[in-house]
């Protein structure tokens, strides 16, 4: 399995838009092959900050993911609202306690 991070900072006028985008779209991202997990993060104290979790199978299904018509369309409506460039890693788990 594996977990991608991505760190997302939107000009402050541009994140309901943003929200609106991912609303939209969240459980077509969640449903693509090999994605198992999503959730959507605010940043408590900078509100124009966001981060995704999700899991993937592979970064073979990561890759088809970033390579889709889906991704695609939702880059080219979330791209504009940036206010730096985003972050992204891909972690491996190590440890998880409920």
Same mark, same amino acid.
């Given at each position: 399995? /594996? *977990?991608?991070? *991505?760190?997302?900072?939107?000009? $402050?006028?541009? *994140?309901?838009?943003?929200?609106? &985008?991912?609303?939209? &779209?969240?459980?077509?991202?969640?449903?693509?092959?090999?994605? &198992?997990? /999503?959730? /959507?993060?605010? #940043?408590?104290?900078?509100?124009?900050?966001?981060?995704?979790?999700?899991?993937?199978?592979?970064? #073979? &299904? /990561?890759?088809?993911?970033?390579?889709? #018509?889906?991704?695609?369309?939702?880059?080219?409506?979330?791209? $504009?609202?940036?206010?730096?460039? $985003?972050?992204?890693?891909? *972690? #491996?788990?190590?440890?998880?306690?409920?």
């Amino acid at each position: 399995m /594996l *977990v991608r991070i *991505v760190k997302m900072s939107f000009q $402050p006028e541009k *994140v309901d838009e943003f929200l609106s &985008n991912f609303e939209a &779209n969240k459980t077509k991202i969640r449903t693509f092959e090999g994605c &198992n997990f /999503l959730e /959507l993060y605010r #940043d408590q104290n900078n509100s124009n900050i966001f981060f995704t979790y999700s899991y993937w199978d592979s970064e #073979d &299904n /990561l890759n088809n993911y970033r390579h889709s #018509d889906l991704f695609k369309g939702v880059w080219a409506k979330t791209k $504009p609202l940036f206010n730096a460039k $985003p972050e992204a890693w891909s *972690v #491996d788990k190590l440890a998880s306690l409920e």
